[in-house]
């Protein structure tokens, strides 16, 4: 079985087919600077057809928002597709390019259609986490907190059991997504139980372009004192805060090193705010799960910026965490392997690994299809 998927963005469609058979990744490619997803995911089976793979026998699609309505990857039909229209709101910068995708992906390919939620994986958060502590009118109106990065946290959970040669069950492993965007999750014996975005992939960590945790007040103080609109306020925390409102070096973690290395004091402290919060977080889950056994880092920063991995690690020490600074540097990934980082004796495990989020998005789509044929 092959499955095709696609992941639509507001500027860019990434794409790939896998072999479910035999696991591999037939081919991979992505449309950037797009203008309209609807039409560059039309030139997708072109593409397929020049790479050999144009047989296809299911979509998958990563699906940004799903609400409370959607606990794990679905069969998309029309009322599935009016279910994901009506989460628009909860998410209006990314689930837009990917109903343009899901609709004309329909029209393209006469084969079943799955959707895959990044907050599915979250859904098993207890309502001690997900609660906002607002009125009830607002919440029963659907403001709670979802969390998002589920594929990734799910897919780097299964790849820290396999390393281990443990079960997910046996182990209390907090995974750090970090990347442009980032979000750190509490993932409990093989449970989601808290993560650090909320109801919008707006809350918590210090992002590339988005601010992360703010006082709720600064709104009515933007709009009072500077006659900021609301949409104005919030298209500036998506957009121009988090490490590009920290440092003339923007938004790339990676120039944010290089000007603090010249002495830049905007770009450390951008650094350490970044670090901090993470840490700050992961405090807090190892307190919420009553002891950790596994970190695990991803993403782009996660995964090739060592330094801030062992800023990070330094701050668990008094948990009996040893970090190896020599492994720590020494980790280059080119494939799917998952190093370890910590010393020997280390009370906690310290891994890194890729995260396969359009792979998790395959393998869920299968599952759900073999499950409908059984």
């Known amino acids: 079985m092959r499955i095709l998927v696609i992941n639509a963005g507001s500027s860019s469609v990434k794409f790939s087919v896998f ?41 998958g699609h990563r699906t940004v928002h799903g609400g409370e309505q959607f606990t794990e990857a679905t069969l998309i039909d029309d009322a599935v597709l009016k279910e994901i229209e009506a989460c628009t709101a909860l998410a209006p910068l990314h689930n837009p390019p990917i109903l343009a995708g899901i609709r004309i992906a329909r029209t393209t390919w006469d084969v079943p259609q799955i959707a895959v939620f990044d ?52 182990l209390r492993l907090i995974s750090c997504h970090l990347g442009n965007g980032a979000s750190v999750c509490a993932i409990d014996r093989g449970v989601s139980i808290d993560t650090s975005m909320g109801m919008t992939p707006l809350e918590g960590l210090v992002m590339g372009t988005r601010s992360g945790d703010v006082d709720p007040g600064i709104f009515h103080y933007l709009n009072r004192e500077l006659g900021l609109s609301v949409a104005e306020i919030e298209d500036a925390l998506y957009k121009d805060s988090g490490l590009a409102a920290l440092s003339a070096a923007g938004r790339d973690m990676r120039d944010v090193r290089k000007r603090a290395g010249e002495g830049d004091a905007d770009a450390r402290l951008a650094i350490e705010l970044y670090a901090y919060r993470v840490l700050k977080y992961i405090g807090a889950y190892a307190a919420a799960m009553n002891g950790l056994d596994v970190i695990a880092f991803t993403g782009g920063i996660g995964e090739n910026d060592a330094a801030m991995r062992a800023k990070i690690c330094s701050g668990f020490a008094f948990l009996g965490l040893a970090f190896d600074e020599t492994r720590n540097a020494a980790v280059k990934l080119d494939g799917f392997e998952a ?36």
């Open 339 to 374: 190093p370890q980082v910590q010393a020997e004796g280390s009370r906690i495990k310290v891994l890194v690994t890729q995260t396969r989020e359009q792979w998790m998005i395959a393998k869920q789509a299968h599952r759900l299809l073999q499950r409908h044929t059984m």
């Open 119 to 170: 907050t599915a994986f979250h859904q098993t958060m207890p309502a001690h986490a997900y609660t906002y502590a607002v009125p009830r009118s607002w919440r029963e109106k659907g403001l709670r907190r979802y969390g998002f990065h589920g594929t990734s946290h799910q897919y780097v959970m299964e790849r820290v059991a396999e390393e281990l040669g443990k079960p997910a069950s046996d």
């Open 19 to 59: 072999d479910m058979l035999t696991g591999e990744q037939r081919f991979k490619s992505e449309l950037e600077r797009v203008a309209d997803v609807a039409e560059a995911v039309a030139t997708i089976p072109g593409l397929l057809q020049e790479a050999g793979v144009a047989e296809i026998d299911a979509v």
